[in-house]
């Protein structure tokens, strides 16, 4: 039996990362006030549909959709600020607070094609703002992303950012581009050719090199856009040059999910061992998917991070200590193995890191073992022990050895405490 390709076994040496990974990111967030929500990975399919756009990708080729004996359509979430926002509505957070800061972690599911860094089954961090059109709403979102991935020791990146206007912007852009396209239908490569009848915008980050020549002459959808998103994008970028975050104006960023307006934005990074940039961190304003859902006017903005993605671009950054084991309990015999348990409950209870070999092997094996685990003391208990009521213990760094009674424990704990520090 193997595991469904495009899934992906977390195992010992990787788990110190991500926790790490979530650790940092629950410091960095709820430090600014954004607090955890947590929600079911499975919602009704309605919800992408409505939020997400019948013409994307996600919808249309990449969501792991089924009928539940019930016969309702369920779908395993593709991506988690829509079912952010559905927990929002239905639980209307919005009524005690109209500012609400949210983070969340947890898996996502895309029928892609895998890849390093891109998996089927996916983990996401999102921190997401809602109430406010202020573009200082934007910037504390970018802020907070760029500091955690500076914080995992993520360099050379690079924050590329747009405006797309609203839906009545785009709406008059896309027939723009539409009508320039058409005067090269002959020459546009097979996905864009589709996406020319279905979603034109997603024509732009095509990554046909020939497409992307004849897109350079083509209408800049900055052109189309009103007064008021023109001037938030102003702000956005005002703002961003005051604290000092680098950015580039990026024309052609227009994100793949259709319930975006006003600013896009994408961190890349490109790494030292690679010649091509990969986007790990993607977000924007979305203020109107909350009326969408429920009939409330909550503007919002936020982002998600792709854990996996982050996760191989850190893990060579970042240096753990060995952990060590402060005891490794070594025992033999029957009375001898009952007293390592007493020992091992009574070790924790004082806080010690301990280990119970459990192997019953003889002694040399299992002083082996402490050595691997770089055990700081082994406490020896077998048949002799258990005679004269004492306990043998070895410092495993010099291997002198010494002995305490039993009834002494208590005390010894206190000299003990010297040594493992």
Request: hydrophobic share 35%; glycine share 4%.
């Amino acid at each position: 039996m193997r595991k469904i390709r495009g899934t992906h076994d977390i195992l010992l040496e990787e788990i110190k990362y991500w926790e790490l990974i979530v650790e940092k990111a629950k410091h960095l967030f709820e430090r600014a006030k954004y607090s955890e929500v947590r929600t079911p990975i499975i919602e009704d399919t309605s919800l992408f549909t409505k939020t997400i756009g019948l013409d994307t990708d996600i919808i249309s080729k990449e969501m792991y959709s089924f009928r539940d004996q019930n016969k309702r359509d369920i779908t395993l979430r593709p991506e988690g600020t829509a079912g952010i926002v559905r927990s929002l509505v239905e639980n209307k957070m919005y009524t005690s607070n109209m500012m609400n800061r949210i983070w969340y972690y947890g898996p996502m599911f895309r029928y892609e094609r895998p890849q390093n860094g891109r998996q089927r089954q996916f983990h996401q961090i999102g921190v997401e703002c809602f109430g406010t059109t202020s573009p200082r709403a934007d910037v504390e979102i970018i802020y907070l992303v760029i500091k955690l991935l500076e914080q995992l020791r993520c360099n050379n990146l690079t924050l590329e950012i747009n405006s797309i206007g609203t839906f009545i912007n785009r709406a008059k852009y896309q027939e723009e581009l539409k009508n320039y396209l058409f005067s090269y239908i002959s020459e546009l490569d097979d996905d864009s050719l589709k996406r020319l009848y279905t979603n034109p915008l997603r024509i732009l980050d095509s990554k046909n090199t020939h497409t992307q020549k004849i897109l350079s002459a083509a209408p800049k959808l900055y052109n189309f856009l009103d007064l008021y998103s023109k001037r938030h994008f102003e702000f956005v970028c005002q703002y961003l040059k005051y604290l000092n975050i680098s950015y580039i104006i990026n024309n052609k960023l227009v994100r793949g999910l259709d319930y975006y307006n006003n600013t896009a934005f994408e961190v890349k990074i490109n790494p030292s061992d690679s010649r091509s940039t990969q986007t790990i961190c993607g977000g924007g304003r979305y203020d109107n998917m909350i009326y969408q859902l429920g009939k409330v006017k909550v503007p919002a903005v936020g982002c998600a991070i792709g854990i996996e993605r982050l996760y191989s671009l850190s893990k060579n950054r970042i240096k753990f200590f060995t952990s060590k084991t402060d005891i490794y309990i070594a025992a033999q015999g029957k009375l001898a193995t009952q007293y390592s348990l007493f020992l091992m409950k009574f070790l924790r209870s004082r806080q010690f890191i301990v280990v119970v070999d459990f192997s019953n092997k003889i002694f040399k094996k299992q002083l082996k073992k402490a050595n691997q685990l770089s055990a700081v003391v082994c406490f020896i208990i077998g048949d002799k022990e258990m005679l004269h009521k004492i306990i043998t213990v070895k410092l495993l760094s010099d291997g002198t050895q010494e002995v305490f009674k039993q009834n002494q424990l208590h005390y010894y704990i206190q000299y003990l405490q010297n040594k493992v520090s």
